[in-house]
């Protein structure tokens, strides 16, 4: 603990984190963003996938009722 404090302890290892100034600590950063940003990406696909399947089960669902509606409106018969 002693070794710790006298290479300037919390204070310098929080001063390294929010102020990197070797490379190493900035590689680890970047690497950090990178992580973040691969992650916020996967979450959006994530939600679009759910939202384009939540889409499609609708329409789905919905299918039978306008076939039948197309079919009605639409059929050479009904017209002169």
């Given at each position: 603990m002693q070794e710790f404090q006298d290479k300037g302890g919390?204070?310098?290892?929080?001063?390294d984190?929010?102020?990197?100034?070797s490379l190493k600590s900035m590689e680890l950063d970047s690497v950090f963003q990178i992580k973040k940003f691969c992650r916020e990406f996967y979450e959006r696909k994530i939600k679009m996938?759910?939202?384009?399947?939540?889409?499609?089960?609708?329409?789905?669902?919905?299918?039978?009722a306008t076939l039948k509606l197309?079919?009605?409106?639409?059929?050479i018969e009904n017209y002169p």
């Open positions: 919390f204070s310098s290892v929080l001063n984190i929010f102020n990197p100034v996938s759910k939202d384009l399947v939540d889409t499609l089960d609708a329409l789905n669902n919905e299918r039978p197309k079919k009605r409106h639409f059929e």
